[in-house]
T-cell receptor, first 112, second 116 residues
Framework: KQEVTQIPAALSVPEGENLVLNCSFT??????LQWFRQDPGKGLTSLLL?????REQTSGRLNASLDKSSGRSTLYIAASQPGDSATYLC???????????FGQGTELSVKP | GAVVSQHPSWVICKSGTSVKIECRSL??????MFWYRQFPKQSLMLMAT?????????EQGVEKDKFLINHASLTLSTLTVTSAHPEDSSFYIC????????????FGPGTRLTVL
């Protein structure tokens, strides 16, 4: 059974810092991995999707890496801003078009 | 990116009543939609997978007679919470599979259900 873990559960940093969020999964046979952002009381915004054959994806200040063999992904946020404050969730799918298994999320707070 | 809407965004109902939540893909056709629920400070738990024109597939522990799912068209799926009770109070979120880009899922804004 696939299990997804995110560390840390919460993170508080001053504005301008670069930071790394971690995600690990127990079954390396994944189809894709997605990183999402969730603001309080809101739905999920898709940030990045990494296909199982890829090692990383970049969008603006965000860079996500994937090491399937070790069951790990990281989300790197450069030059953090207060507007980046939210909960970040990673999720993996195990087969084509299949359901997503979510981690518990990392609650990020960026202080001005 | 693809846009998914949900209606209503919040609903308050009395115990014993039924509530219907709609999930629509606005600018694409979704053969598969997913329904999740989220309790405060917790992550999303998949309830069921909904395929257009066929019966939904429910996750273990989810009562199919209580949470009725209908996927009548390629742009609309509905979740009906029947005979709602206070323990059904939660945040319900749907997602839609675009079928492209390695099946990237896009999520709706969620529906906050409060059962009194």
């Amino acid at each position: 059974k696939q299990e997804v873990t995110q560390i840390p559960a919460a993170l508080s940093v001053p504005e301008g810092e670069n930071l790394v969020l971690n995600c690990s999964f127990t079954d390396s046979a994944i189809y894709n991995l997605q990183w999402f952002r969730q603001d309080p009381g809101k739905g999920l915004t898709s940030l990045l999707l990494i296909q199982s054959s890829q090692r990383e994806q970049t969008s603006g200040r965000l860079n996500a890496s994937l090491d399937k063999s070790s069951g790990r992904s990281t989300l790197y946020i450069a030059a953090s801003q207060p507007g980046d404050s939210a909960t970040y969730l990673c999720a993996v799918s195990g087969n084509q078009g299949g359901k997503l298994i979510f981690g518990q999320g990392t609650e990020l707070s960026v202080k001005p | 990116g693809a846009v998914v809407s949900q209606h209503p965004s919040w609903v308050i109902c009395k115990s014993g009543t039924s509530v219907k939540i709609e999930c629509r893909s606005l600018d694409f056709q979704a053969t598969t939609m997913f329904w999740y629920r989220q309790f405060p400070k917790q992550s999303l738990m998949l309830m069921a997978t909904s395929n257009e024109g066929s019966k939904a597939t429910y996750e273990q522990g989810v009562e199919k007679d209580k949470f009725l799912i209908n996927h009548a068209s390629l742009t609309l799926s509905t979740l009906t919470v029947t005979s709602a009770h206070p323990e059904d109070s939660s945040f319900y979120i749907c997602s839609a599979d675009t079928g492209v880009s390695y099946n990237e899922q896009f999520f709706g804004p969620g529906t906050r259900l409060t059962v009194l």
